[in-house]
């Protein structure tokens, strides 16, 4: 409920006086680690009922509550908004009259939302606060886009020769501007956007068109739309992107900001040429959607404290490893917010880039002109700056510029692949980077990795397996005590029993003992045999504790450690 309006909630808690301020400050902490809204947890702590709450909000807005909305709502009153802006907007109508339209809204906070609906309906829009269960709910009976829907986008466009590999410009542009492709695809990027999407993934395949998208990290299927689709759907995403739409014989890329469900989102879209057509992949993101702040990503403390302490050393390397879609630009970010004072001059180059940030000069590698990650680092060090973050270092040059600017007086942030901490020191041996010099530089290595976190509505007593507990190399004593989740499936999770994800992490501090063994050469295993009899947690025991705490499971643990 309400969940990117976070502080709007907060500001309404203080001027009605319903909670106090450390009982909303605790709250605030509790939605970050927990990711749900202020608002859900002032509702299932207690604070205030669901009803007061939404009445207060519709109050806070100068709107009207509405306890009850009737089930039946008119086909003349619901066709006058079409299912796109519907479920983009997540709001009903509800009543009609000649001049006026009564519209119930799930997110009443939209600053657009009047002018936009407004402009659509071509009358008079009156909002009205209901609860947001009992819209989605009608929304789901009203405006459910199903084979019905499929049929009727077919029956309303000229399919012509989209099947026909030389179909014309002009047909593209026709096929791409048609209103019912132009409403199935913003219908597609706004469930995305509700569903909290990473990717949205559109693959032609030889009898079928899947389109198929990424939530914490695993891939659903939505109802395949007709495979004669594909031509105009992609069409359309590559005008959206401002890409040569008569070219599907090689890989194009581009990036647009839209706005989508009331929220403004970047979209990075990658095509590729296939047997069957082109694959297309939107990477969504959803800045409001992301918290960048070092002590809100789930980190134990103790590791928030060596992150913060590295990274206030005024030179040196701290590296965040780990495979893609771990988290790791997210933690980087995090770390230049906390970094972007009046005293220092950030910069960083990056691969795209995925979110701006106010104080920071932020640079766009493009391989195509020659702005590589090393050529952006010899830039940077004549610009004069204090900080620098490489979204990657890929190649040996530049690992050896990040290594000269960390030893001349510059804190270098960037990240790597490998499977744990102590591996960043080999991978940089391998590159062909001197021991000696990776030992002088480089004073932290964060690993981490994202798991999908147990659903809270369905969240049960769950024993696994002995076959799961010796993977987990556990001593069943251990377990004696001890609760273990599983989620049961349930609808809010759409039946996996995991909704959300959160982090586990392995620090790596380059201690003078850790030095020693880096400049003396030896393997990432006895550098990480020597971290872990220093305190280092792994990656797996920081993994346990999110079982034994009821965050996560078994299941999950294992699969990503």
């Not at 269960?133 to 459910?144: A, H």
């Not at 969504?284 to 590295?310: C, N, Y």
């Not at 030179?315 to 906390?338: A, D, E, H, Q």
């Not at 993994?543 to 699969?559: K, Q």
């Amino acid at each position: 409920m309400f969940e990117s309006r976070n502080a709007a909630i907060l500001d309404l808690c203080r001027s009605y006086e319903l909670v106090d301020e450390s009982i909303l400050e605790n709250l605030s902490a509790s939605s970050e680690e927990l990711e749900r809204s202020v608002a859900s947890l002032l509702v299932d702590q207690g604070h205030v009922s669901k009803k007061d709450l939404l009445d207060r909000v519709a109050r806070f807005l100068s709107f009207e509550y509405r306890a009850e909305i009737p089930p039946d709502i008119p086909n003349e009153v619901v066709s006058q908004l079409s299912i796109d802006l519907a479920r983009m907007y997540g709001v009903v109508p509800i009543e009609s009259l000649d001049t006026v339209i009564v519209i119930a809204a799930s997110d009443p906070f939209n600053d657009h939302l009047v002018d936009d609906l407004t402009f659509a309906v071509g009358k008079e829009v009156r909002i009205v606060v209901a609860d947001p269960k009992t819209i989605g709910e009608l929304l789901d009976v009203y405006y459910r886009l199903g084979d019905g829907d499929y049929k009727g986008i077919l029956e309303e466009i000229d399919l012509g020769n989209v099947e026909d590999e030389e179909v014309s410009l002009e047909n593209l542009l026709n096929m791409a501007g048609e209103t019912p492709i132009i409403r199935f695809v913003n219908l597609v990027l706004s469930q995305a956007i509700r569903d909290k999407a990473s990717d949205v993934h559109f693959e032609p395949f030889e009898n079928e068109f899947k389109i198929r998208y990424r939530i914490d990290g695993a891939l659903y299927e939505m109802s395949p739309p007709p495979r004669e689709l594909a031509i105009p759907i992609i069409s359309r995403i590559k005008v959206i992107g401002n890409l040569n739409i008569a070219e599907r014989r090689v890989p194009q890329d581009g990036k647009v900001r839209l706005t989508v469900a009331g929220r403004s989102v970047d979209l990075r879209i990658s095509t590729l040429p296939t047997q069957f057509g082109e694959s297309v992949v939107l990477r969504v993101l959803d800045q409001s959607a992301t918290t960048l702040d070092l002590d809100s990503l789930g980190m134990p403390p103790d590791i928030v404290e060596v992150v913060a302490k590295t990274i206030a050393l005024p030179n040196g390397i701290f590296i965040v490893t780990g495979p893609t879609g771990s988290g790791k630009t997210t933690t980087l970010y995090s770390c230049l917010k906390r970094l972007n004072q009046v005293g220092n001059k950030l910069m960083t180059a990056e691969d795209p880039i995925e979110y701006e940030i106010d104080g920071i000069m932020q640079t766009a590698v493009n391989s195509a002109i020659d702005l590589t990650f090393a050529n952006a680092l010899k830039a940077f060090l004549r610009q004069d700056p204090d900080i620098i973050m490489v979204g990657e270092i890929r190649d040996l040059e530049t690992a050896q510029i990040a290594i000269q600017a960390s030893l001349t007086g510059h804190l270098v942030l960037s990240t790597l692949h490998t499977n744990d901490a102590a591996g960043a020191v080999t991978r940089l041996m391998d590159m062909g980077i001197e021991e000696f010099l990776i030992a002088s530089s480089i004073e932290a290595v964060l690993a981490q990795r994202l798991l999908r976190r147990i659903c809270m509505d369905c969240r049960r007593e769950h024993m696994p397996s002995v076959a799961l507990i010796e993977q987990l190399e556990l001593d069943p004593e251990m377990l004696a005590n001890r609760q273990i989740y599983a989620g049961r499936g349930c609808d809010n999770c759409a039946k996996t029993g995991y909704r959300g994800r959160l982090g586990i992490f392995e620090i790596l501090e380059i201690t003078e003992s850790i030095r020693e063994l880096i400049a003396a050469g030896e393997p990432s295993g006895v550098i990480r045999e020597r971290a872990i009899q220093q305190g280092m947690r792994t990656l797996r025991e920081d993994g346990l504790r999110s079982i034994f705490t009821g965050a996560t499971s078994v299941e999950e643990v294992i699969r990503y450690t």
